[in-house]
């Protein structure tokens, strides 16, 4: 039997089981390189010709013809962001994607490129929008060009090129509607926006129905007092009935904070 002929007589014997079916016989060069060890039960003997016909296979496989290497993407000098902001990355895109834009411009702004290992994660999850995805770009740099070119799943819905004006805006939040009396808060300091928070959560003037401002102006307020508006937030009484709401608020002030820490923005 030629080795093929030999590999399809051990499939057989292997689906059927050695109980009901013997190995077949190993002849020739097979025969010879199976011959050196004395196996006394059929198992044992179809093992030994697996091994050896599995060999045997493997040295007759010829060279493919050879191809282009790939090309590396460009250098980029800047320092790769930290383990700790990735994991930040995937906190706020599931729990707090009001955060994703500060996160993504904070980077940037402190120097610090996307991990390849975000770089697919973001440009997927950035396909239909121009201005996020053009700042990805500028995020990840040249492996972001690299990785679209060699895969078509990661580029854009539309496939045209940013436009200046879309590179322009790159750096630009967008707006968060806030109402007219929650306007103050958003230049106050962290214990007046922490304490009209606990203030109105316990008097009930503010509540689940305000949940998607009162959102809106902790992403937008000055950074520099999410410390103390966690803290107020996080003294609410426990019986009060805003006291969950409040919790829900001091987490998104302390995920703000730690953010913004990790990739080093004061």
């Keep these: 039997m030629t080795i093929d002929e030999q590999w399809r007589e051990l499939v057989t014997t292997a689906l059927l089981g050695t109980d009901r079916r013997d190995p077949p016989g190993a002849d020739g060069e097979l025969g010879d390189l199976v011959a050196d060890s004395v196996r006394d039960d059929p198992s044992s003997r179809m093992l030994a010709q697996v091994a050896a016909c599995t060999a045997v296979r493997r040295a007759g496989v010829l060279p493919g013809a050879p191809v282009t290497p790939l090309a590396r993407p460009d250098d980029d000098a800047r320092p790769m962001c930290t383990p700790d902001a990735v994991a930040r990355w995937s906190h706020i895109t599931s729990s707090w994607p009001v955060l994703e834009d500060e996160w993504m411009l904070t980077l940037i702004e402190q120097g610090w490129r996307l991990a390849p290992d975000l770089v697919p994660l ?46 322009a805006r790159i750096g630009e939040r967008p707006d968060l509607p806030v109402p007219p009396d929650l306007a103050p808060l958003l230049v106050a300091g962290g214990a007046e926006i922490g304490g009209t928070i606990a203030v109105g959560l316990e008097e009930r003037s503010l509540g689940e129905a305000h949940r998607a401002v009162l959102v809106n102006v902790l992403a937008r307020c000055p950074p520099d007092g999410l410390v103390d508006v966690a803290d107020v937030l996080d003294a609410v009484d426990p019986s009060s009935p805003g006291h969950g709401l409040a919790s829900t608020l001091a987490d998104l002030a302390t995920t703000r904070h730690r953010m913004r820490a990790e990739l080093g923005a004061t």
């Design 122 to 167: 973001v440009l997927r999850r950035q396909r239909r929008d121009p201005i996020r995805r053009a700042r990805v770009l500028v995020a990840a740099g040249p492996l972001a060009r690299w990785l679209v070119e060699h895969l078509p799943e990661l580029r854009p819905t539309n496939s045209r090129p940013p436009t200046g004006i879309e590179m």
